[in-house]
């Protein structure tokens, strides 16, 4: 996958402000949904369709999966790589492929996220996040888990004492997104990551540098959403909302994550309703 960051971004119709696709993300979605529509109309009618005497090298289903998979190649060639934390140890800023335009894009799909892949840095040991969510939801066909409505930390994670937390603001749509990194300047061998954000698992690449997937359960009951001593102890640290230098911050009296207000629940969202 090419780093679509640097490409023209196409002034279609309605295009979202990072939708870099050479459609409107409106007209993309409205292409998706009847494709989607069209499989699950096929899958019910497989026993009918078993004696249609097609002609020679034409199978509907095939098709309509073939459709769908170049639908989800434009997808993700359309997505723009944004600036989403930046490491503690070696000053590099973290930039991810991620659908940013809103929740109703299949990147956020929590049972079948659709993503690129993309070169993990060796100092990251964890990519997490929350949410603040707006009133109004996309309505998604699929689930959408963005994490809690407030940053919080995953003690297992920092029980390290070489692992450092970073909390970073990253608008999604109407959504107010709170990515939580974690970095190691010597990464812990056997510490497992946490699942990326709003996915079921985390994917990157192992020994030998092949890409793998790893799945892991952590207890939402055991999250901490009390940063201030943290932050006091140097364990976690920031990067200021709207900042365009994405600079790492530690001052423990200037941290503007450890006033929010949160409901420490695990929110989830599909059909337009969240809960």
């Not at 450092?164 to 010597?186: P, R």
């Not at 055991?222 to 001052?251: H, K, M, Q």
Request: charged residues 20%.
């Amino acid at each position: 996958m090419t780093d679509p960051a640097g490409r023209v971004r196409h002034a279609a119709a309605g295009a979202h402000p990072h939708w870099t696709g050479p459609v409107s993300r409106q007209a993309f979605f409205a292409a998706y949904a009847a494709v989607q529509q069209m499989l699950g109309t096929v899958g019910r009618t497989n026993d009918a369709l078993a004696d249609v005497d097609f002609p020679d090298g034409m199978d509907v289903e095939r098709t309509y999966f073939s459709v769908q998979s170049k639908l989800l190649d434009l997808y993700l060639d359309g997505l723009p790589v944004v600036p989403v934390s930046r490491c503690p140890f070696t000053g590099d800023r973290l930039d991810i492929p991620i659908d940013c335009d809103g929740l109703d894009g299949p990147w956020w799909d929590h049972q079948g996220a659709v993503r690129p892949y993309w070169e993990r840095p060796a100092t990251l040991v964890a990519l997490t996040g929350a949410m603040r969510l707006a009133p109004h939801v996309e309505s998604t066909p699929w689930l959408v888990c963005p994490g809690p409505d407030a940053p919080y930390v995953i003690p297992r994670l920092l029980d390290d004492d070489e692992v450092q937390a970073v909390v970073s603001t990253v608008i999604i749509g109407s959504h107010t997104g709170y990515v939580i990194a974690y970095f190691s300047g010597d990464p812990p061998a056997h510490t497992r990551p946490a699942n990326d954000w709003g996915a079921p698992d985390s994917r990157g690449r192992g020994q030998g540098a092949e890409w793998g997937w790893d799945t892991c359960f952590d207890d939402p009951a055991t999250f901490e959403f009390d940063l201030a001593p943290l932050v006091e102890a140097r364990r976690l640290s920031w990067i200021r909302p709207g900042d365009d230098t994405w600079s790492v911050e530690s001052a423990p009296t200037t941290c503007p994550y450890t006033s929010l207000e949160h409901s420490s629940r695990w929110q989830r969202v599909q059909e337009g309703t969240q809960w």
